[in-house]
């Protein structure tokens, strides 16, 4: 069974940075590893992936100010968020899955998921 904990999230004020971590545990197979978020009242929305053969794809908002790697020898998938806007705050979901780039914005591409950590930012 894969398991997908997230951590390192809280508040933090504008222009402040924090740093996510996803460890991943029960994989048998590689998976492309990606970070979603869900503002309240808004529904789930792509931020960015790593996938298998380490190629990263950001949503626009995001890029130039958060990185997405992955430890295959930890098992871990971080994501640095600089610069974080109050338009960041969300909570915070890591997932695993197997997608092409026409896919990589979808939910139902992902096969497993993490609880979520909460990131805040205040303005």
């Known amino acids: 069974q894969v398991q997908l904990v997230e951590s390192g999230g809280g508040l933090v004020q504008a222009g402040g940075s924090l740093t996510l971590t996803c460890v991943v545990s029960g994989a048998t197979s590689d998976y492309d590893m990606a970070w979603f978020r869900q503002a309240p009242g808004k529904e789930r929305e792509f931020v960015a992936v790593v996938r298998r053969n380490n190629a990263k794809y950001y949503t626009d908002s995001v890029k130039g100010r958060f990185t997405v790697s992955r430890d295959k020898v930890k098992n871990t998938v971080d994501l640095q968020m600089n610069n974080l806007k109050f338009e960041d705050t969300g909570l915070y979901y890591c997932?695993?899955?197997?997608?092409?780039?026409?896919?990589?914005?979808?939910?139902?591409?992902?096969?497993?998921w993490g609880q979520g950590t909460q990131v805040t930012v205040s303005s």
């Open positions: 997932a695993a899955g197997s997608m092409i780039l026409s896919t990589m914005r979808r939910t139902d591409t992902y096969f497993y």
